[in-house]
């Protein structure tokens, strides 16, 4: 049994392929894009591609999927790295890059489904809106983040 074998041996053989053969957009590799891209390339998505402009901060930590030792680092390169530790048999696409209207095309034209994990409300909006003109018919999964605690006073039981 190969290390690929062994890795997806209690994956169904049907889902497998399909999860295999898949490439997957993510746009933004912060709290949602870095966890999502973990789960996805665990199991056994063939291709991501991840886009995202940031760097690494201490601040991200504590609910992004990076490392002490990385803070400065471009996100998307340190985001690769960690991922092939954990599933090495992801193909992972880094696009360190702005994502905007002319570029959504060019950027996740090859992915199945697209990932929007921005944190602005105005972001979220672009892309799906350009998601949707450029590429109809493939899906768009949208979320909504929080981008850390910011004003949590407000929150009351």
């Not at 966890?35 to 609910?63: K, P």
């Not at 929007?116 to 590429?135: G, N, P, S, V």
Request: positive net charge.
């Amino acid at each position: 049994m190969t290390g690929e074998d062994a890795f997806f041996a209690r994956h169904d053989p049907a889902v497998l392929a399909c999860l295999r053969a898949a490439t997957v957009g993510i746009a933004g590799a912060g709290g949602l894009g870095s966890t999502a891209a973990a789960a996805l390339a665990r199991a056994g998505v063939g291709r991501l591609i991840i886009a995202d402009f940031d760097r690494v901060e201490i601040t991200n930590l504590n609910r992004q999927q990076y490392f002490l030792s990385q803070v400065g680092r471009v996100k998307v390169l340190a985001l690769r790295e960690n991922l092939r530790r954990m599933a090495p048999f992801t193909k992972v696409v880094a696009r360190r890059v702005r994502i905007t209207r002319r570029n959504v095309a060019a950027l996740f034209g090859e992915a199945d489904l697209l990932i929007e994990a921005f944190d602005r409300a105005a972001e979220k909006q672009m892309l799906i809106e350009t998601w949707l003109e450029k590429l109809p018919g493939r899906p768009i999964i949208a979320a909504s983040g929080l981008s850390g605690y910011g004003g949590n006073a407000k929150i009351r039981q």
